[in-house]
Nanobody, 118 residues
Framework: QVQLVESGGGLVQAGGSLRLSCAAS????????MGWFRQAPGKEREFVAR????????YYADSLKGRFTISRDNAKNTVYLQMNSLKPEDTAVYYC???????????WGQGTQVTVSP
């Protein structure tokens, strides 16, 4: 069982930065692929980024490459999402997710709101 709690969301002006954190509980965190997703109002949830259990392999949505960076600290059971050069279209609820079984995101956090003002 893995429980995920996101934090770090808030209101920021366009061009600004935020760092989201996702604190995980459970012994399987260090072996889990972790990911970030987001859902904007009126839109479907979309993939943002994922990171391997070791932290050495990352993958991003094409539209976000170069602005967002995913990382993890297994000693702290935490995964991060550094978001730079934020745009109003980045406004969404951001969710952390864990993949224990390959190919399926089994665990989800409650989400943290990110709002980017023009």
């Amino acid at each position: 069982q893995v429980q995920l709690v996101e934090s770090g969301g808030g209101l920021v002006q366009a061009g600004g930065s935020l760092r989201l954190s996702c604190a995980a509980s459970g012994r399987t965190f260090n072996s889990a692929v972790m990911g970030w997703f987001r859902q904007a109002p009126g839109k479907e949830r979309e993939f943002v980024a994922r990171i391997s259990w070791s932290g050495t392999i990352t993958y991003y949505a094409d539209s976000l490459k170069g602005r967002f960076t995913i990382s993890r600290d297994n000693a702290k059971n935490t995964v991060y999402l550094q978001m730079n050069s934020l745009k109003p279209e980045d406004t969404a609820v951001y969710y952390c997710a864990a993949q224990i079984v390959v190919g399926t995101w089994q665990y989800w956090g409650q989400g943290t709101q990110v709002t980017v003002s023009p």
